[in-house]
């Protein structure tokens, strides 16, 4: 019976997961299918190419609190910490691997779409420790800034992850369980941006945030030197 139950939460844990808010938050403010749109992901950082900063951020926000809630979810059934763990992770694939979002490939072949997984990743650590909240809110925002690439902000939350979790383990606050959940999330992140990584490698990655403020600066400055020497 307690199989049947931790199932059942896991098959739940994944529906939610599966929510495409990014689909829907585009839809209800610009129209637009952001699955043609650029990278086609549900996630924030593609709602905000396909209608702007307020689609990202509330995608963003919605994705985070449908993992959170998984783990909130599983904490009122069970005592079983393994199960607390595995609901977020279930949230991710979902998030992921939508079943709302099944399609076929070129190749004639069923898939299912979704987002890469970070936000959906950081709601699952909020839901086992609230206050983590504190550390991978600024320091996600500051890893996308510097670096300008989504898709290693997107990596650095579950290495944040294990690194929170970790530190809290070996003091005795928490679980190494949690430590897990991180190892976890941040394979299905890999996984899920192999297409990034790739585009990393060939110098061919979307950037965002400073360094291309400070391309355009660059080129800018180079413009007048140019209209000046003319």
Do not use: C
């Amino acid at each position: 019976m307690l199989v049947l139950m931790d199932a059942g939460l896991l098959l739940v844990s994944y529906l939610i997961g599966s929510i495409p808010f990014g689909l829907m938050v585009v839809k209800l403010l610009s129209g637009k299918d952001i699955r043609t749109i650029a990278s086609g992901r549900t996630g924030g950082t593609n709602a905000m190419r396909a209608a702007g900063p307020w689609a990202g951020l509330l995608t963003a926000v919605l994705d985070v609190l449908k993992a959170a809630a998984t783990v909130w979810l599983s904490q009122a059934v069970t005592p079983n910490v393994w199960i607390h763990i595995l609901a977020p992770i279930a949230a991710v694939i979902g998030n992921n691997y939508s079943l709302f979002l099944v399609e076929r490939n070129p190749q004639g072949r069923l898939q299912l779409r979704g987002g890469a997984g970070g936000a959906a990743a950081g709601g699952g650590a909020l839901g086992l420790w609230p206050p983590v909240a504190f550390f991978l809110v600024p320091l996600g925002f500051l890893m996308w800034y510097l670096t300008g690439y989504a898709s290693v902000t997107t990596l650095s939350i579950g290495l944040l992850t294990i690194l929170i979790f970790g530190v809290r383990a070996s003091l005795g606050l928490g679980p190494w369980v949690y430590v897990f959940y991180g190892m976890l999330v941040e394979l299905l992140m890999v996984w899920g941006l192999r297409p990034n990584l790739k585009r990393l490698r060939d110098g061919t990655e979307r950037r965002h945030g400073l360094p291309v403020k400070l391309q355009k600066l660059k080129e800018e400055r180079q413009a007048k030197k140019a209209g000046k020497q003319g």
